[in-house]
C-alpha cells in the first residue's frame, strides 16, 4: 500500500492535498481506506479532470450559436415506424427478430449504474416497486420479459434459446444488486446468463475545481475512474484477473465469502455469472496479460474523463464483455434504461427491423408529445446521426412544423438502442475517447471545514458524463425506430412530489396497457357490485383505468396470446392474471 507521504505527494501534484484535511481525525482502518482511494487516482489525470469540470461548467447554457444552419430531421428513409406501417410488414420485422434471438444471437444491456437520489430511495432503481397488485420490481418484470420472448422465439423455431442479460451496475448499485438477484434466485434465469459488471469512478467537483470529499475519509465519486491495478493477480484462461481492493469487503457485505484460492471456484467473478460458488477475491478488472506492460502494475488504467451512461463503453472494455458476447454467438445487442417500466427487452420487432435494414447502429425514438418537453431529439447535424438535448435547441426550432402539421423535430429520445457487437467492438477500440464531454451540475453532500457533514440546499458540484447515444456519429448505417408512447416509454425519474415521471405515472401507463389488452383480447369489467363497467379505453378523472387490470410478463409479452384466457370473460377488478390464473383460464381442450 502507498504510504501517507507518497499520497500526499501525489495530491499535491494534483493540486488536491485537501483531500488529506482530516488525516489527524481518522482511525487506522479509515487512514488505510482512504490512502486505499486516493493512490489509485493518477495525479496528472485527476489534476486535468478538476481543471476540466470546473471550465466546463463556466461555460454559458443555452442553445448553441451555430446549430440552427446545421440541424435537419432525420430523413424519412433512415425512419421505420411500429405505428404507421402495414402489419405484413410488421409480422416480417417480428419473424426476423424471432429469428435471431432463437439463433442465440440477441443480447440485452441494462444501464443501471445511476442512483436512485431524485426517486428519494437509497437502492437501486431496479429494485422499486411503483405499487402494482403484484409487488414486482422493475428488474423482476425484465427478468420475466426476457424469459418470455426466449419462449416465444423458441417455439416458433422449435428449439431453446438464451438472451443473455449484460448489466452494468456502478458502486452504488452493484453490492445492492448482486444481493437482490441472489435473494430473488435470479428471477428462474440461469445465473450464468446474467452477467454483472461496474462502471467507472471519477470524482465529483466544486465549482472552483477542487474534489469533493463526501466523508472525512471518502472522496465523493460519480460513475467514471477506473481503480488502480493491484499486484495480486491471477493467470486463468490467459488473462489476467487483477481485484478491486475493495471488493472482498463488499462482497462479503453482499453475504458471499471468498474461497480460500482466489479464481478457483465455479464463479466467474468479472461478470458474478454463477454465483452459486461464492465470490473470489479476484473481482476485477481483467486484462490480456500481453496488453499489460509491467510498469503499469499498481498504477491507473488509462481512462476517460467522464462516464455517464456513455460510460458503458469503458466498462465493455474494462471487462471484456465483448469477448464474453462473441464467445456466446451474440450478434446483436439491445440497450436500455433501467427506469422505463414498459420496456420491451430484445423487442423482436425492433431487432428485426435494424438486422433486416442492415443497421449498426439504431435508436427507438417516440414522437415528442409537445415542443417544450425535455428529452433530447434523434436528428442529423451535418448530415451525421445525433441526439441534440432540448437545451441545445431554440424555442423557435423546437416548434417549427413540417408539411404535414407535426412537429419537424419530433423524434424524442428514450434511451433504447440497437447495436451490433462489431460496432460495440469498433466504439471500445477507435471511438470511445472522442466522446462529447457533458457537465451535471448535481447537490453533492461534503464535510465542510470543520468535517461536519453537509446536505446542500442547491447544486454545488459538478459531475462530468458522457452519453450512450454519442455514439450515433460513428455508425455507418443509423436508424430510428418509432413506438408508441403508451405502449413503450414511461419512465420513473422522480418521487411522487413530482408531476411526471413518477410511481404513480409509471405504475397507471402498465395498469392503462394492461386494461387495453384485455378489451381486446375480449374481457369486460365488473364494478365491486357486480355491475358491468362501460367500455372506455380514456383514464379516470384521478389518472387510473377505468378498471384495475395486471399481465404478467410471463403470459403475455406485448398483448399476444390473451384471447385464449379472456375472451368472453368478466373479471373482477382488480384483476391479476399470473401464470397460475392462466392455467385456471385456458380452456380444456388448449
Not at 82 to 110: H, M, P, S, Y
Not at 117 to 142: A, D, E, F
Not at 283 to 296: F, N
Request: proline residues 6%; aromatic residues 8%; contains cysteine.
Amino acid at each position: 500500500m502507498a504510504s501517507e507521504q507518497d499520497v500526499r505527494a501525489q495530491l499535491q501534484r494534483a493540486g488536491q492535498d485537501h483531500l488529506l484535511s482530516f488525516w489527524a481525525d481518522l482511525a487506522p482502518e479509515s487512514r488505510a481506506a482512504l490512502l486505499a482511494e486516493l493512490a489509485s487516482l493518477e495525479p496528472d489525470v485527476l489534476r486535468e479532470h478538476c481543471q476540466r469540470a470546473s471550465a466546463a461548467c463556466a461555460l454559458v447554457p443555452g442553445p448553441l450559436p451555430d446549430l440552427e444552419a446545421r440541424l435537419q430531421p432525420l430523413p424519412p428513409e433512415l425512419v421505420g415506424s411500429a405505428i404507421r406501417c402495414d402489419q405484413e410488414t410488421r409480422l416480417q420485422w417480428e419473424e426476423e427478430g424471432f429469428r435471431q434471438i432463437a439463433l442465440n444471437k440477441v443480447a440485452v444491456l441494462l444501464l443501471a449504474g445511476g442512483q436512485g437520489t431524485r426517486l428519494g430511495v437509497t437502492y437501486p432503481k431496479g429494485m422499486y416497486q411503483v405499487g402494482l397488485p403484484s409487488q414486482k420490481t422493475l428488474y423482476q418484470l425484465q427478468a420475466e420479459r426476457i424469459r418470455r420472448v426466449e419462449q416465444l422465439a423458441g417455439q416458433r423455431l422449435g428449439t431453446h434459446c438464451t438472451v443473455p442479460w449484460y448489466i452494468m451496475t456502478s458502486e452504488f448499485t452493484l453490492g445492492p444488486t448482486i444481493k437482490f438477484f441472489k435473494e430473488h434466485d435470479f428471477f428462474h434465469l440461469d445465473p450464468a446468463n446474467v452477467v454483472l459488471f461496474e462502471q467507472r469512478m471519477l470524482p465529483a467537483v466544486t465549482f472552483e475545481g477542487k474534489a469533493i470529499l463526501e466523508r472525512k475519509d471518502k472522496v465523493a465519486m460519480a460513475p467514471g475512474m477506473a481503480h488502480a491495478l493491484d499486484r495480486e493477480g491471477l493467470d486463468h484462461r490467459g488473462q489476467l484477473w487483477v481485484r478491486r481492493p475493495d471488493y472482498r469487503d463488499r462482497c462479503a457485505q453482499a453475504g458471499y465469502v471468498a474461497p480460500a484460492r482466489s479464481g478457483v471456484s465455479s464463479v466467474t467473478c468479472y461478470s458474478h455469472k454463477a454465483l452459486g460458488g461464492g465470490c473470489c477475491s479476484c473481482c476485477i478488472y481483467q486484462t490480456e496479460i500481453d496488453q499489460i506492460k509491467p510498469e503499469s502494475v499498481g498504477r491507473p488504467i488509462p481512462f476517460s474523463f467522464a462516464d455517464g451512461n456513455g460510460g458503458l463503453y469503458s466498462a465493455l472494455a474494462d471487462h471484456q464483455i465483448l469477448e464474453d458476447m462473441k464467445q456466446r454467438g451474440v450478434e446483436f445487442v439491445h440497450v436500455y434504461c433501467v427506469d422505463n417500466i414498459l420496456v420491451r427487452l430484445a423487442d423482436p420487432a425492433f431487432i428485426g427491423f435494424c438486422v433486416l435494414r442492415g443497421a449498426d447502429c439504431g435508436a427507438k425514438v417516440v414522437e415528442k408529445a409537445y415542443p417544450e418537453e425535455p428529452v433530447g431529439v434523434v436528428c442529423q447535424v451535418d448530415g451525421v446521426p445525433q441526439v441534440v438535448e432540448y437545451s441545445e435547441i431554440s424555442p423557435e426550432t423546437a416548434g417549427l412544423r413540417g408539411a404535414d402539421g407535426g412537429l419537424l423535430y419530433n423524434t424524442g429520445n428514450i434511451c433504447n438502442h440497437f447495436f451490433t457487437r462489431d460496432f460495440l467492438d469498433m466504439i471500445t477500440r477507435e471511438f470511445e475517447p472522442l466522446l462529447k464531454l457533458h457537465v451535471a451540475v448535481k447537490k453533492v453532500p461534503y464535510v465542510d471545514e470543520e468535517g461536519n457533514l453537509v446536505k446542500p440546499l442547491r447544486p454545488n458540484g459538478i459531475k462530468m458524463e458522457k452519453f450512450v447515444f454519442d455514439v450515433f456519429q460513428f455508425a455507418k448505417n443509423f436508424v430510428a425506430f418509432e413506438v408508441s408512447r403508451e405502449e413503450e416509454f414511461s419512465p420513473l425519474k422522480n418521487a411522487d412530489t413530482a408531476s411526471t415521471d413518477n410511481p404513480s405515472t409509471s405504475r397507471r401507463a402498465l395498469l392503462t396497457q394492461h386494461y387495453r389488452w384485455a378489451l381486446q383480447a375480449g374481457a369486460r369489467f365488473l364494478d365491486g357490485h357486480g355491475v358491468q363497467l362501460p367500455e372506455q379505453s380514456g383514464l379516470l378523472p384521478n389518472g387510473d383505468p377505468p378498471a384495475i387490470c395486471e399481465i404478467s410478463p410471463l403470459v403475455s409479452y406485448s398483448g399476444e396470446g390473451l384471447e385464449k384466457y379472456l375472451q368472453g370473460r368478466k373479471l373482477q377488478s382488480p384483476f391479476v392474471l399470473d401464470e397460475d390464473q392462466a392455467r385456471l383460464l385456458q380452456p380444456q381442450n388448449c
